[in-house]
């Protein structure tokens, strides 16, 4: 897979994935957001001492945690909607039906990801969250 798919499937732009793929994305999805959920709970427990608004708000506005948690988003966000997808493809059994719920899956998703990008970005740039 190159780093061009897997950009495009991060922000919602590539068609849904085969069987074999699908597979093979939630696979590596979910040790990237192991690693990156450990990374994140490091953060917590060590570095933000308490969690007071101006003190969350400085951690998130310096570039490469503000950077790894738009990653952490994305990739969480992609890999919960691989899980979803196969509830669907397993437990809805009308073609349409299914089709148009992977197709608001999708949307959501998108909707997702736009937010969690302006508000991570909005801090990042200093704005108000």
């Known amino acids: 897979m190159t780093i061009v798919k897997m950009v495009l499937r991060l922000l919602c732009l590539a068609p849904f994935e085969e069987t074999q793929r699908h597979w093979r994305s939630q696979r590596q999805t979910s040790m990237i957001v192991a690693v990156l959920g450990f ?16 003190q969350v708000l400085s951690w998130i506005s310096d570039p490469l945690n503000a950077f790894i948690l738009i990653l952490l988003s994305l990739f969480l966000i992609y890999h919960a909607e691989l899980g ?10 009308t073609e ?7 197709f608001f899956l999708r949307a959501l998703r998108i909707l997702v990801v736009i937010i969690s990008l302006v508000a991570i970005s ?8």
């Open 96 to 102: 349409n039906l299914r089709k148009y719920a992977l």
């Open 84 to 93: 979803i997808q196969v509830v669907i493809e397993d437990y809805i059994s």
């Open 122 to 129: 909005s801090i990042l740039i200093g704005g108000k969250p």
């Open 39 to 54: 990374w994140f709970i490091y953060q917590l427990l060590f570095v933000l001492p308490n969690f007071d608004y101006p």
